[in-house]
């Protein structure tokens, strides 16, 4: 059965944010500051979607599906900007849509169910290697987060979110809700990127 949020605050950004990937932000507005307040005070999770249309500080358009977002870690900047550290969680349609007068986006979800859980077919299994690697260098962001190098769903995410691509195809490997085929739509750019690496 199909769960649904009334008036989930939203955060639009410029980018797509993956089941159980990490996103740090620096966050300055006033409307994102109480935001997150309210999110830390009550445990809650606020909602990330891929802006379609206009920019990060004004009206925008956005996409149809994104990704809950629970902070996981904050600091104050010495600039006294504030940063966090959010992590993904269940994907989301998006319904009903309001701007506050704060320019706050609310939004009425209908919550997507999480992909089974699918073992890493032999042809994979290569790229959970460069995974592997690829996320020991990133050091402390993904430090956070809980690896599952076995699954295909958590394999194809991680390299959506890190791989250089435009922000469309980034959403389409959010919308995908076939892990396999997530894995497919990757494999030729990651081996076109790697034949490219100087040796």
Do not use: H, N
Not at 80 to 89: R, V, Y
Request: hydrophobic share 40%; proline share 8%; aromatic share 8%.
């Amino acid at each position: 059965m199909s769960q649904k949020i009334a008036r989930l605050p939203l955060f639009p950004l410029g980018t797509v944010l993956f089941p159980g990937g990490p996103l740090p932000l620096r966050v300055f507005e006033p409307r994102y500051l109480d935001m997150i307040s309210r999110c830390l005070k009550q445990d809650g999770e606020f909602g990330v979607v891929l802006i379609r249309a206009g920019s990060e500080t004004g009206e925008v358009q956005v996409a149809g599906t994104g990704t809950l977002a629970r902070v996981l870690d904050w600091y104050q900047g010495s600039d006294g900007i504030l940063g966090i550290t959010a992590l993904g969680g269940r994907r989301f349609q998006v319904g009903a849509l309001d701007r506050q007068v704060d320019g706050l986006y609310l939004a009425d979800v209908e919550l997507l169910e999480d992909e089974p859980r699918e073992p890493l077919p032999a042809e994979f299994r290569p790229m959970a290697s460069l995974l592997q690697s690829v996320l020991d260098d990133l050091g402390k962001l993904y430090q956070m987060v809980d690896r599952d190098l076995e699954d295909a769903g958590w394999v194809g995410c991680r390299f959506a979110e890190i791989l250089p691509m435009p922000a469309a195809d980034k959403q389409r490997c959010l919308e995908v809700s076939d892990p396999l085929e997530r894995l497919r739509f990757l494999q030729p750019l990651l081996q076109s990127l790697r034949s490219r690496r100087p040796q």
